[in-house]
């Protein structure tokens, strides 16, 4: 066997990952003491942990988060009304699988845009598409989007994600075009994709924010009804680590 040859076989067929193994067997002399099918196993397992690691890379790049977050960096010792046991639940991920929705409410400081990026990072962990937006920047790109005419690819990107994050929701009124938008929104996802949104609001305050009584029912019926809840409490973060 010319192990150059099926060296360069391998980098042509970009299989990076196997390459490095093999390489890594032939360097160690440990291929001596492996049998065909362990040698096969440990060179296919390489392989796949390479191209996970590679799209996982994409995945969170792409996703643009505000934090950078994980399920397992999330303070459950500070009193903020958020219990190991139920985020833990969100871990697989399923609840995108069956297009269900997160609403994260509570005042300033508690957290809320770090869960729901550490709700992302694990959504991307498990394969997911994920976009994250601040919402006083998302309407005016997208306002901006229709003056230029990438309104329809921007939305159509938005509508193909897994999972949107719409943070800090509800800090100013939403003028008609961007209720309009918001609306547009909700309807390409309602019972197809995911979404997290965060504000400081409670849900039955987001009327007075979306500013038009059937704009308003219309978009809470798509979002508000079939969503889990989480309502944070407590002190800011911000104090008590100051």
Request: with cysteine; proline share 2%; hydrophobic share 40%.
């Amino acid at each position: 066997m010319n192990v150059e040859d099926t060296k360069e076989k391998i980098r042509l067929m970009k299989l990076y990952g196997m390459i490095r193994a093999y390489d890594n067997l032939l360097d160690t002399r440990h291929e001596q003491d492996l049998s065909v099918d362990e040698a096969l196993s440990f060179l296919v397992d390489a392989e796949w942990e390479e191209r996970y690691n590679r799209k996982l890379f994409r995945l969170l790049k792409a996703a643009k988060f505000r934090y950078t977050a994980s399920f397992s960096e999330i303070d459950f010792q500070k009193p903020r009304n958020i219990n190991k046991g139920n985020m833990m639940r969100f871990a697989n991920s399923d609840w995108i699988k069956k297009a269900e929705s997160i609403i994260i409410t509570g005042a300033t400081g508690l957290g809320k845009s770090f869960l729901s990026c550490a709700f992302g990072h694990q959504a991307c962990i498990n394969g997911y598409r994920v976009l994250y937006f601040n919402c006083l920047k998302l309407f005016p790109f997208l306002l901006q989007a229709k003056g230029d005419g990438t309104y329809t690819r921007e939305m159509k990107k938005i509508k193909n994600q897994d999972l949107i994050i719409l943070d800090d929701f509800g800090l100013h009124v939403l003028d008609g075009y961007s209720r309009l938008i918001l609306l547009e929104i909700f309807e390409d996802r309602h019972g197809i994709k995911s979404t997290v949104i965060t504000s400081q609001l409670p849900p039955n305050k987001w009327h007075e924010v979306i500013g038009n009584a059937t704009v308003a029912d219309a978009i809470c019926d798509r979002i508000v009804h079939s969503s889990h809840k989480i309502n944070m409490e407590g002190d800011s973060m911000r104090k008590i680590n100051q």
